[in-house]
């Protein structure tokens, strides 16, 4: 059974940085592909960071600079260091595959950024 469990959100303000964790069980973050998403109150739901098996990284626009994924093979657990925050990083983050499927979306973790 497929788990993905975020943890590390919290409130912040404008400028701060947090880093998210995303601990993976059932199957090996070395191996798949995975993405942060995020969604903010009224928005769809949008990936902002991804990882793939050979370590190749992307990013959306509005994070690019600012936000860091990577992983740790060991631990089974992909990170995303996000600096500079701002308000309107304020959403739920979540991680799944990517592409994501519908089944292994998990709580999620809420992060707010106060300005």
Do not use: H
Request: aromatic share 10%; charged share 15%; glycine share 14%.
């Amino acid at each position: 059974q497929v788990q993905l469990v975020e943890s590390g959100g919290g409130l912040v303000q404008a400028g701060g940085s947090l880093r998210l964790s995303c601990a993976a069980s059932g199957i090996a973050v070395r191996l798949n592909a995975i993405g942060w998403y995020r969604q903010a109150p009224g928005k769809q739901r949008e990936l902002v960071a991804g990882i793939r098996g050979g370590g190749y990284t992307s990013y959306a626009e509005s994070v690019k600079g600012r936000f860091t994924i990577s992983r740790d093979n060991a631990k089974n657990t992909v990170y995303l260091q996000m600096n500079s925050l701002k308000p309107e990083d304020t959403a739920v983050y979540y991680c799944n595959l990517n592409p994501a499927y519908y089944g292994y979306w998990g709580q999620g973790t809420q992060v707010t950024v106060s300005s």
